[in-house]
């Protein structure tokens, strides 16, 4: 019974000494997912064979920062994903805006070229630390968060953007070169987490 | 016909005497924050799309108006995406909110975020709570539900 007692508060202790970690950092090692894309096919990171990283996007479709940015990730896909840099873009938000059937309904009408994945349980956001829509974390190609946080630095207009955060990323990358800025906050739609 | 007359009067009124929202500066908001009170300082950082914003600040009102200790402050961020504050002011007007209302006018959130809170991700809604008598602050990252502003209340006192 003692080492029952004693085994207990050791596990308790454990746990207490080392709170769960909100979130990945940059240079932490994601974790690869299985999720449900808008076309009804499961999807992972590992089914991009010839990927050389990846552009993780946490996007809404109702957030107007999401809206504001919309064509910048269709247009981010279109640059980066035949030099290996494929976009995946993950809705984890709660409510009816936010359901399945809108967001096949969103995806066929922009045509999107890349996985738009349904992180119904909010396992994967939660996992990541995505806090506010469009969060994006550049993956290497061993999952190494290599860069985390906003597109760039002007969501009001494409026009009045001078730091492109997420291309600078990337081209790093593909360059082998020191990526300038490894993360970066935003005003943002915070994701609408489920109520416990 | 007494009624439109009656309403017309009252969206009159409301236009009338609604407070206009002050746009302030980080180094203004920075001072706000920091400036000793006797009372609990509770700032909400909301806009006008943000759904769950606009869904608890009748609570954030409530708060303003029953408890006398307690002084709220609506910190409007819509100026990122909006830099006229005639949507903001509207609003204002229309909720004939009481709370203090002011807007951030400030560029680059990447470069000022962390100067408001170093936990917070920039994402809305959020509140902070902040006691200068105890020196403690609470910030929250997620919309607020009834109770919820009273129980931070109790955490910065004690």
């Given at each position: 019974?003692?080492?029952?007692?004693?085994?207990?508060?050791?596990?308790?202790?454990?746990?207490?000494?080392?709170?769960?970690?909100?979130?990945?950092?940059?240079?932490?090692?994601?974790?690869?997912?299985?999720?449900?894309?808008?076309?009804?096919?499961?999807?992972?990171?590992?089914?991009?064979?010839?990927?050389?990283?990846y552009v993780v996007i946490f996007d809404?479709?109702?957030?107007?920062?999401?809206?504001?940015?919309?064509?910048?990730?269709?247009?981010?896909?279109?640059?980066?994903?035949?030099?290996?840099?494929?976009?995946?873009?993950?809705?984890?938000?709660?409510?009816?805006?936010?359901?399945?059937?809108?967001?096949?309904?969103?995806?066929?009408?922009?045509?999107?070229?890349?996985?738009?994945?349904?992180?119904?349980?909010?396992?994967?956001?939660?996992?990541?630390?995505?806090?506010?829509?469009?969060?994006?974390f550049v993956l290497s190609k061993d999952?190494?968060?290599?860069?985390?946080?906003?597109?760039?630095?002007?969501?009001?207009?494409?026009?009045?953007?001078?730091?492109?955060?997420?291309?600078?990323?990337?081209?790093?990358?593909?360059?082998?070169?020191?990526?300038?800025?490894?993360?970066?906050?935003?005003?943002?739609?915070?994701?609408?987490?489920?109520?416990? | 016909?007494?009624?439109?007359?009656?309403?017309?009067?009252?969206?009159?009124?409301?236009?009338?005497?609604?407070?206009?929202?002050?746009?302030?500066?980080?180094?203004?908001?920075?001072?706000?924050?920091?400036?000793?009170?006797?009372?609990?300082?509770?700032?909400?950082?909301?806009?006008?799309?943000?759904?769950?914003?606009?869904?608890?600040?009748?609570?954030?009102?409530?708060?303003?108006?029953?408890?006398?200790?307690?002084?709220?402050?609506?910190?409007?961020?819509?100026?990122?995406?909006?830099?006229?504050?005639?949507?903001?002011?509207?609003?204002?007007?229309?909720?004939?909110?009481?709370?203090?209302?002011?807007?951030?006018?400030?560029?680059?959130?990447?470069?000022?975020?962390?100067?408001?809170d170093k936990n917070w991700s920039g994402?809305?809604?959020?509140?902070?709570?902040?006691?200068?008598?105890?020196?403690?602050?609470?910030?929250?990252?997620?919309?607020?539900?009834?109770?919820?502003?009273?129980?931070?209340?109790?955490?910065?006192?004690?």
């Amino acid at each position: 019974m003692k080492k029952v007692l004693m085994l207990v508060i050791c596990v308790v202790m454990f746990v207490a000494a080392n709170p769960v970690k909100n979130g990945y950092g940059v240079g932490d090692v994601a974790t690869d997912f299985k999720l449900k894309n808008v076309d009804g096919n499961m999807v992972s990171l590992a089914d991009f064979k010839d990927a050389k990283g990846y552009v993780v996007i946490f996007d809404c479709n109702t957030c107007p920062y999401s809206k504001a940015y919309n064509q910048r990730i269709i247009d981010l896909n279109q640059k980066y994903a035949a030099m290996g840099f494929p976009v995946i873009t993950i809705n984890a938000n709660e409510g009816s805006g936010d359901s399945y059937s809108e967001m096949v309904r969103i995806a066929n009408k922009k045509k999107y070229k890349f996985p738009y994945l349904y992180d119904e349980s909010q396992e994967v956001a939660k996992a990541y630390g995505a806090t506010n829509t469009p969060h994006v974390f550049v993956l290497s190609k061993d999952l190494k968060v290599s860069y985390m946080g906003a597109i760039d630095d002007s969501p009001r207009n494409a026009a009045g953007v001078t730091k492109r955060y997420v291309e600078d990323a990337v081209d790093a990358l593909l360059k082998g070169t020191i990526i300038p800025v490894t993360k970066t906050k935003a005003i943002g739609c915070g994701i609408k987490w489920k109520r416990i | 016909m007494r009624y439109p007359i009656t309403f017309l009067f009252t969206c009159l009124s409301i236009s009338l005497f609604a407070q206009e929202a002050q746009q302030i500066k980080l180094k203004d908001l920075q001072h706000i924050i920091a400036t000793p009170s006797d009372h609990i300082q509770v700032f909400n950082f909301w806009a006008t799309w943000c759904a769950p914003c606009v869904k608890e600040i009748p609570l954030l009102e409530k708060l303003n108006q029953e408890n006398q200790r307690v002084d709220v402050t609506l910190v409007s961020m819509d100026f990122d995406l909006d830099p006229n504050p005639d949507k903001v002011n509207r609003f204002v007007a229309r909720k004939n909110l009481q709370s203090k209302v002011v807007i951030l006018a400030e560029s680059d959130p990447n470069s000022w975020i962390d100067k408001i809170d170093k936990n917070w991700s920039g994402a809305l809604p959020a509140t902070l709570v902040v006691n200068t008598k105890t020196g403690k602050r609470k910030l929250v990252q997620k919309e607020l539900h009834e109770g919820d502003l009273e129980k931070l209340i109790e955490e910065v006192n004690n």
